[in-house]
């Protein structure tokens, strides 16, 4: 599971907590995983980074201290925050001879289909003109209320880590590994050198954020690994601090805790799984069964529709699956109960569009 010599795409997150000492950046820090990253490039693997810091460091500029809660105050210290982070990641890997490219993305930039695509070949061509691309999440404009947010850069990490077919990606945290049990609450646990699969128990039983600055914790990163393991990407999860880590790990060594790649599913069904629906269509049993044995979904099939969605957006279906509608909300609940024939009188169109989603639009959950 640790032979990592065909990988030649790389995501690397480094946490809050593993980039500050105190309150301030780390610049010797910086400088390591500078050198370190150098050495994969010239070794011929790409490398993305996934870089916290940003609100904290805002906030050390403000003289704020302590975990910031309110949203407001949290986008502006990224505001404040953010330039000074790539200033110091700027001048560090310019020493090393690499350029780096800000990459700023909110959630809503991964759900909708056109922005995605935009986004990947952005990062594409960074990569072709040997830039270094380093993410962060928008925090000035991003909020959880409003549905735009990550949360956290663990599930930003691998959503990009999925984005662009990475084939590892390393969380950098203040955790060493993955325990068998709680180690905060069991002087007994212990680490695990490999785990094959993450299962709803190991979420359930994760704990939150533990500390001051960082927003993650155990939960979020079991997630991550979970939306990278759909796209064939195997995940990494190991104290930031260790010498010379990401070398290391590239090489085989038993650093921190692997986990396994899951099912590798097609980019775009990857997209379709992880995005956030919009809405949700409740059909029968019947066509429930239609779509499990890979057949399209036809309207006639439909009981009800929940939420407020437009054609082409990602729906789910009666919380077994997602697809992509080819019908708005406002078009499938005037067809409810109406005979497919009546679709083009009753939309108006020329076109008799039966079909919801064919086949290869739909994407059930495991």
Same mark, same amino acid.
């Given at each position: 599971?640790?032979?990592?010599?065909?990988?030649?795409?790389?995501?690397?997150?480094?946490?809050?907590?593993?980039?500050?000492?105190?309150?301030?950046?780390?610049?010797?820090?910086?400088?390591?995983?500078?050198?370190?990253?150098?050495?994969?490039?010239?070794?011929?693997?790409?490398?993305?980074?996934?870089?916290?810091?940003?609100?904290?460091?805002?906030?050390?500029?403000?003289?704020?201290?302590?975990?910031?809660?309110?949203?407001?105050?949290?986008? !502006?210290?990224?505001?404040?925050?953010?330039?000074?982070?790539?200033?110091?990641?700027?001048?560090?890997?310019?020493?090393?001879?690499?350029?780096?490219?800000?990459?700023?993305?909110?959630?809503?930039?991964?759900?909708?289909?056109?922005?995605?695509?935009?986004?990947?070949?952005?990062?594409?061509?960074?990569?072709?003109?040997?830039?270094?691309?380093?993410?962060?999440?928008?925090?000035?404009?991003?909020?959880?209320e409003?549905?735009?947010?990550?949360?956290?850069n663990?599930?930003?990490?691998?959503?990009?880590?999925?984005?662009?077919?990475?084939?590892?990606?390393?969380?950098?945290?203040?955790?060493d590994?993955?325990?068998?049990?709680?180690?905060?609450?069991h002087?007994?646990?212990?680490?695990?050198?490999?785990?094959?699969?993450?299962?709803l128990?190991?979420?359930?039983? !994760?704990?939150?954020?533990?500390?001051?600055?960082?927003?993650?914790?155990?939960?979020?990163?079991?997630?991550?690994?979970?939306?990278?393991?759909?796209?064939?990407?195997?995940?990494?999860?190991?104290? %930031?601090?260790?010498?010379?880590?990401?070398?290391?790990?590239?090489?085989?060594?038993?650093?921190?805790?692997?986990? !396994?790649?899951r099912?590798?599913?097609?980019?775009?069904?990857?997209?379709?799984?992880?995005?956030?629906?919009?809405?949700?269509?409740?059909?029968?049993?019947?066509?429930?069964?239609?779509?499990k044995?890979?057949?399209?979904?036809?309207?006639?099939?439909?009981?009800?529709?929940?939420?407020?969605?437009?054609?082409?957006?990602?729906?789910?279906?009666?919380?077994?699956?997602?697809?992509?509608?080819?019908?708005?909300?406002?078009?499938?609940?005037?067809?409810i %109960?109406?005979?497919?024939?009546?679709?083009?009188?009753?939309?108006?169109?020329?076109?008799?569009?039966?079909?919801?989603?064919?086949?290869?639009?739909?994407?059930?959950?495991?």
């Amino acid at each position: 599971m640790r032979d990592f010599t065909a990988v030649r795409r790389v995501v690397v997150k480094i946490g809050t907590n593993v980039l500050t000492e105190g309150d301030h950046i780390d610049r010797e820090y910086i400088r390591s995983m500078a050198m370190q990253i150098k050495g994969l490039r010239d070794a011929g693997t790409e490398v993305c980074l996934v870089s916290s810091g940003a609100i904290g460091l805002g906030a050390h500029e403000l003289g704020i201290h302590g975990r910031v809660q309110d949203v407001v105050l949290r986008q !502006a210290c990224a505001a404040v925050g953010q330039p000074l982070l790539m200033q110091v990641y700027r001048d560090i890997f310019r020493e090393n001879g690499i350029s780096i490219g800000q990459v700023l993305v909110t959630r809503e930039a991964f759900d909708n289909r056109n922005s995605y695509v935009r986004l990947r070949n952005a990062v594409e061509r960074l990569l072709d003109l040997e830039v270094l691309p380093i993410f962060n999440e928008n925090d000035s404009v991003a909020t959880a209320e409003i549905g735009t947010a990550f949360g956290d850069n663990d599930q930003l990490s691998a959503q990009v880590a999925s984005g662009i077919d990475a084939g590892l990606l390393v969380l950098l945290s203040d955790t060493d590994a993955y325990y068998d049990r709680d180690p905060r609450r069991h002087p007994d646990a212990a680490p695990l050198d490999s785990v094959e699969a993450v299962t709803l128990e190991m979420v359930e039983s !994760a704990g939150h954020a533990g500390s001051s600055r960082g927003t993650g914790g155990m939960r979020t990163k079991l997630k991550a690994i979970q939306i990278a393991a759909d796209g064939g990407c195997r995940v990494v999860l190991a104290h %930031g601090r260790e010498g010379d880590v990401l070398s290391r790990i590239l090489k085989g060594e038993r650093v921190g805790t692997v986990f !396994a790649a899951r099912r590798n599913l097609k980019n775009r069904s990857r997209w379709l799984l992880h995005s956030a629906p919009r809405g949700q269509i409740i059909v029968d049993d019947g066509a429930v069964e239609a779509i499990k044995r890979h057949n399209s979904l036809l309207v006639t099939g439909v009981v009800t529709v929940e939420g407020n969605f437009d054609s082409g957006d990602v729906v789910m279906v009666n919380d077994v699956a997602k697809l992509v509608s080819a019908f708005s909300s406002r078009e499938l609940a005037l067809l409810i %109960g109406r005979h497919s024939s009546e679709i083009p009188s009753i939309l108006g169109h020329d076109v008799d569009r039966r079909f919801i989603a064919r086949p290869e639009e739909i994407v059930f959950f495991e």
